[in-house]
């Protein structure tokens, strides 16, 4: 079976044992009320497919006055009625921007478009071969509105071969590095990072799969004229209990850029969604998928990087993980709603 995955090479291709099908939020009684309204500290189940497919498409927009809903909202989805989520994330990081912010940007996996970055789609195929279960938890205290479609394959059945879709949110708020203290000099070039044991964990899973990419998001917690470049840590991956090292050479080389970014940049794989203020001030967040070039793992995998070079820096560092792999996983919990509500201060200098 050619899946395909959207490929224009073989978007002709014919394929007789596939339907389309549409989960949404329409008006059921054929009004325009086409949400779903999320009453404060409620779940909702806004999936629940009992068939074999391929999740190809979802769109959502959401509606609050609460200043922290896209933190407050969650995510989750499993597959094959599994009991531990595969995706457990907030809403507005799952769709690939942190910060609680949204921003117009493209990339492959992911599009957020007018008005403002509102508009969420997320591309990555997400195959189940027997359930596939997606709810939203409104942690906030304000009712929220919710639209939303997904997009779905039914098929008769799957490869055997295809992974099951991840994705994990993690923060780490301040990262353990030195505080900034006037007239400091920060050792870009000379201290030794010897186990990287102290390094920012992005993800860890356990079995077999395949990472395909990250969004980092950084709130520069320093305040200082000089030289406040936040970056500068080695990105360290390891893979089947350290046989393979994949060792980097800084944070936007990583991320596919070069000399200290501090534009805004999108492309298909890499880009710079919120490139911070003057002297890289307040919140900064970067993306890479490894779309042409996955990260293979056939045991257990552990993606990390330095926050500075030697993880000398104290920052506020969160991100969201994607990968595919066989079930089961290894379960991940996510931190409680008060620890995750961005940081208002310091703000971007202009």
């Given at each position: ?27 059921k ?18 999936c ?10 979802i ?24 009991n ?22 493209w ?20 195959p ?147 490139p ?21 793992f ?25 990968w ?27």
């Amino acid at each position: 079976m050619n899946l395909g995955f959207g490929s224009l090479a073989n978007l002709a291709k014919i394929r007789k044992d596939v339907k389309r099908k549409r989960i949404s939020s329409y008006d059921k009684s054929g009004a325009n009320m086409d949400n779903l309204q999320l009453k404060p500290h409620k779940k909702y189940t806004i999936c629940d497919v009992k068939s074999a497919g391929i999740i190809k498409h979802i769109w959502m927009t959401i509606a609050s006055n609460d200043p922290d809903y896209l933190r407050k909202l969650i995510i989750r989805i499993w597959w094959d009625n599994e009991n531990d989520p595969s995706v457990e994330c907030p809403i507005g990081d799952f769709f690939g921007v942190g910060h609680g912010k949204t921003v117009n940007f493209w990339c492959l996996p992911f599009a957020n478009g007018p008005q403002d970055g509102k508009g969420f789609n997320c591309f990555f195929p997400m195959p189940f071969s027997e359930r596939a279960l997606i709810e939203v938890e409104n942690e906030s205290d304000i009712l929220t509105i919710l639209y939303f479609y997904i997009d779905y394959e039914e098929h008769l059945d799957l490869d055997d071969d295809l992974g099951r879709f991840h994705a994990q949110w993690r923060r780490e708020n301040p990262t353990k590095g030195k505080k900034y203290r006037p007239g400091k000099k920060v050792e870009y070039f000379i201290k030794r990072n010897k186990d990287h044991a102290k390094d920012y964990l992005v993800m860890e899973a356990e079995g077999e799969g395949h990472f395909v990419g990250m969004h980092l998001n950084i709130h520069n917690l320093f305040e200082t004229e000089k030289h406040n470049w936040p970056g500068e840590g080695d990105d360290y991956i390891e893979i089947d209990d350290g046989e393979t090292i994949l060792y980097g050479t800084g944070t936007e080389d990583y991320f596919c850029g070069a000399w200290c970014p501090s534009q805004y940049y999108c492309s298909p794989y890499y880009g710079v969604t919120l490139p911070g203020g003057k002297n890289w001030s307040g919140k900064i967040s970067y993306y890479r998928y490894h779309i042409e070039d996955p990260i293979y793992f056939h045991k257990n995998i552990k993606v990390k990087i330095e926050h500075g070079h030697a993880n000398q820096r104290s920052d506020d560092w969160s991100s969201t993980a994607y990968w595919y792999q066989n079930e089961p996983h290894k379960p991940f919990t996510i931190l409680p709603v008060n620890e995750r509500i961005p940081r208002k201060f310091p703000k971007e200098i202009s």
